[in-house]
């Protein structure tokens, strides 16, 4: 629609030796965190890939990788579980979202499925790995 969109994924740090101590600062989206980012570590392209993944996981399938009521909550389970594969994640709605989502993508449930399998599946499951 002719509109910017700004992805930041939290790598950013400070480089001016005035700025050290907010070097260490935690300034991200916990939804879309990588696991060393919650635990407090020094963000790498690894970081980056999580996040792009996470992003990839909510478009493909509409929904986040994780989901959890409250931000401690949200926290542990990035931290600590596997998030569910794509077609784990969309049989896990209930039928009337996830045919509005394969609707929006112009197919069938059923196709959007197969779709969702294999490499697309592999590559999004390996950037979220912990």
Known sequence: A???RLLDFGIAKFIDADAVATDTAAAFTARYASPEQIAGEPATTATVAHGM???LH???CGRPAFDA??????RQAIATTEPPSLRAALSAQDAAAATAI????AT??????RQLGGDLE?????ALRK
């Open 58 to 60: 909510e478009l493909l």
């Open 53 to 55: 993944g996470l992003l």
């Open 2 to 4: 002719g509109h910017a």
């Open 122 to 126: 592999a590559i999004v499951g390996k």
């Open 69 to 74: 009521p409250g931000d401690f909550a949200l």
């Open 102 to 105: 394969a609707a929006a993508r």
């Open 108 to 113: 069938s449930l059923a196709a959007l499925r």
